[in-house]
């Protein structure tokens, strides 16, 4: 079997640089070579756009992103490119392994690397064998660079922080979705909400809207003050975040950060309320542009939530300076910034 690698392949002058993309087709990153067109590059996308009624209609497994994997691989080897660009989880996985079967050694970076559910028995193994294979893995906090490097056996040179950073979705529609004052939980991701509606039972004052995802359920007994709404799409979630007082994310200590919404709630002035551990340490600094909280004790999150609520300008101040700190390292600029110091690295 023929082998190409880019890692030993011999740079000609003049050269144009060739990177290849896999991502979601609704992934910001296909913007690249419009943001990034001070220099010459050639640039290919494979997305999980559908291509036939198959993949309409199956989505677990993804065969739209699988295919698009597949091509990835072709077109990397078809143009000899130098360098092979992953944004979503499982592109990673699929792109090394078609690149181990085809005796492809290609310089793979997989950007916003996270794993909403970790692999275990033989998905392990292939996780592992696969993920120690890309030559470089973004993710968005120094805990989440330890965890994965422990959990796979991966040497944490590997993985590189670097904030969050992304275009702030639009708020729709611009009229509140929810009337009156209230502050907000909102994520994607799994919360402590047992926590969450222990404290919030003793503010009755307070009075709180949860947003969920479709599907996932909260088993813990509703206080009065408490809405529930599910389903929402991204527009309408920033809709209910925009009209908030502050943002309140009761994460899990042993899970990652929802770092999506905690940066979109600085970048629109939010200050926020977040438990006192490694998943936030990168974001959140107590009583600068947030108030931190004992994981897992109620009373220490009531107190919290009641000190932002009762003092308004104190609030202010720290949805002002979160949103000073998410210009300077959580904006869209600073990720392109960010990207282009990482392709000027590898000499592309």
């Known amino acids: 079997m023929s082998t190409y690698s880019s890692r030993s392949a011999v740079t000609t002058a003049g050269k144009c640089p060739r990177i290849v993309c896999c ?72 792109c090394a392994i078609f690149a181990v079967l085809q005796n492809i050694r290609i ?49 944490s040179a590997r993985f590189e922080m670097q904030h969050w950073g992304n275009v702030l979705p639009d708020a729709r529609p611009i009229a509140p979705l929810q009337p009156g004052e209230y502050v907000c939980a ?13 404290a919030i039972a003793r503010l009755p004052h307070v009075r709180l809207v949860i947003v969920v995802p479709r599907g996932r359920m909260i088993t813990t007994r509703l206080a009065a003050n408490v809405v529930v709404m599910t389903g929402l799409s991204v527009a309408n979630r920033m809709n209910i975040l925009r009209h908030s007082r502050f943002l309140l994310l009761p994460s899990h200590a042993y899970n990652p950060c929802d770092h999506q919404t905690l940066v979109a709630a600085m970048r629109l002035g939010k200050a926020f309320v977040a438990p006192d551990t490694p998943n936030v340490s990168d974001y959140a600094f107590h009583n600068a542009n947030a108030l931190l909280y004992q994981p897992s004790n109620p009373e220490s999150l009531a107190q919290a939530i ?43």
């Open 186 to 198: 909102i994520s994607e991701r799994p919360q402590d909400y047992q926590t969450l509606m222990a």
């Open 23 to 94: 991502t979601p087709a609704n992934d910001n990153w296909q913007q690249l070579p419009v943001l990034l067109s001070e220099k010459p590059r050639q640039w290919y996308f494979c997305n999980d756009q559908p291509g036939g009624l198959l993949e309409k209609l199956v989505r677990r497994p993804n065969l739209a992103l699988i295919r698009a994997s597949w091509q990835a691989i072709q077109q990397v080897k078809r143009q000899r490119a130098d360098l092979l660009v992953t944004s979503h989880p499982t592109a990673t996985f699929w």
């Open 306 to 348: 009641d000190t932002l609520w009762q003092d308004v300008i104190k609030c202010e101040i720290l949805g002002a300076n979160g949103q000073e700190f998410a210009t300077a390292f959580c904006s869209d600029a600073s990720t392109r910034h960010y990207f282009q110091q990482l392709l000027i690295r590898r000499g592309l």
């Open 107 to 155: 310089d793979h970076i997989a950007l916003s690397f996270y794993l909403s559910q970790l692999p275990h028995g033989m998905r392990y193994v292939l996780a592992q064998w696969a993920y120690s294979t890309v030559t470089k893995l973004i993710v968005h906090s120094k805990a989440e660079r330890q965890f994965y490097s422990e959990y796979f056996g991966i040497p």
